[in-house]
């Protein structure tokens, strides 16, 4: 095992193009860390140069405590999942696995006893004489993971690993990966552009967009702290919703109602004409289901229901909005970017499944302003975000800083943390 960093790396091209831009970022030795983004981030390009596939145009790649930006990819003992698992067809699930340890050129017996923990660790070992063929695209996965395993590799990367599969075996897949992972403890870096496979996996995860480190965190800190008005609207499903907003002596003003800057988080944003004001679909309520010594800590509203879909564990509303052209360029922009739906002229709210809110009716909703993020409405910088915020349960790594461009880890010392506010 080894930990990995890169400092200030750059990727460009012989055209120009930038695909990865400045970006420095620690992984400790046995760490599971996701890069995420869109399709054209450059997530896949980032790891290629760990594994040495794309030379590096600047910056420093350092594995194990040495320098390897000019290693050829055998020399850095690091074993890579592709996407389309590049199996042998003509060769036999064992000897698929076998594969890098015929090339060192290791004794049969000692090939066997790795080829069968393996195999027995990813549930392969009836499949050992069947050919890729034969097999499913989740079995074809576990045999280019075995290929990995007896690698004895130093780290290993994967590459969008479970894009082909279909959802089912997408979700069974995920959990075998992080349980290989436990077992292992080998530091592991997975590229992917499904948030909802970035936030089940790993211990961290870095967003990028357009070559650019945006934030790096735990899935709860992503979540609950972003960085900015790209990572609220990656992470999370439904994504965030963002309404206008504008704050003034000490108020908010909002198109479901005018609530007071107060708390901890609230308080510290300045006047201004303009912002973006970032609340969570689940953080709203049928107002007649919020508890009276609830409701008063909330602002309720009144809504004109659009949409409804019922999901038997919960109800989704839509409640249609105009916004400003200056709102609506930056969330058309992201619109583009996240292939995601309309932002920027509807709220969606998640309800209790017991509410009887129905489309085409006059709806008394409420949220919980205390969960509001506010966003500057150029930069898309989330005023309200608390960098120094860790979690109780984020015990294996701390965020030393995650601003777009920089972004580093450390573990601590006593593996403790402060409580959050």
């Not at 972003?226 to 000490?250: E, H, Q, T």
């Not at 602002?299 to 200056?326: C, H, I, Q, R």
């Amino acid at each position: 095992m080894a930990a990995i960093t890169m400092r200030n790396i750059v990727k460009r091209y012989s055209d120009g193009f930038q695909a990865v831009n400045d970006v420095s970022l620690d992984i400790a030795d046995g760490e599971f860390v996701i890069l995420v983004g869109p399709s054209g981030c450059g997530k896949s390009t980032l790891l290629r140069m760990i594994v040495g596939l794309e030379d590096i145009t600047s910056g420093d790649m350092i594995i194990g405590g040495n320098r390897v930006n000019q290693k050829a990819p055998r020399d850095r003992n690091l074993a890579m999942v592709f996407q389309n698992y590049a199996l042998y067809p003509h060769l036999s699930v064992f000897e698929n696995i076998a594969f890098p340890l015929r090339l060192k050129n290791v004794p049969d017996a000692e090939v066997r006893e790795q080829v069968a923990h393996a195999a027995e660790l990813l549930q392969l070992t009836e499949h050992l004489d069947r050919k890729p063929a034969n097999l499913s695209g989740g079995q074809r996965q576990r045999v280019a993971m075995g290929r990995a395993i007896v690698r004895k590799a130093d780290a290993f990367l994967f590459d969008e690993p479970l894009s082909n599969l279909d959802a089912k075996l997408r979700g069974q897949m995920r959990t075998e990966i992080a349980r290989m992972q436990k077992r292992l403890g080998t530091t592991t870096v997975y590229v992917t552009h499904d948030q909802t496979e970035a936030m089940t996996l790993g211990d961290r995860i870095a967003v990028l967009r357009k070559g650019v480190l945006q934030q790096v965190g735990t899935a709860r800190q992503l979540y609950e702290e972003p960085a900015n008005l790209f990572v609220a609207g990656f992470i999370g499903s439904p994504p965030m919703n963002f309404v206008p907003g504008r704050v003034k002596d000490g108020q908010i003003d909002t198109p479901f109602g005018t609530v007071a800057a107060e708390g901890p988080r609230l308080s510290k944003v300045t006047d201004r004409e303009l912002c973006i004001i970032g609340l969570r679909p689940e953080h709203f309520e049928d107002e007649r289901l919020v508890a009276a010594d609830v409701r008063g800590r909330g602002k309720s509203f009144s809504a004109e229901v659009d949409v409804t879909e019922w999901l038997g564990n919960g109800l989704f509303a839509y409640v249609p909005y105009e916004a400003p052209s200056e709102v609506t360029a930056q969330l058309e922009e992201l619109e583009r970017e996240l292939d995601s739906e309309q932002m920027r002229t509807q709220l969606v709210v998640a309800l209790d499944a017991s509410s009887r809110i129905r489309a085409g009716a006059t709806a008394r909703l409420w949220f919980d302003p205390h969960k509001m993020h506010v966003f500057d409405a150029s930069s898309g910088e989330n005023l309200t975000r608390d960098p120094d915020r860790v979690f109780e349960e984020d015990d294996a790594f701390e965020v030393v800083s995650s601003s777009p461009g920089s972004a580093s880890a450390s573990v601590p010392e006593d593996g403790k943390h402060a409580a959050p506010e």
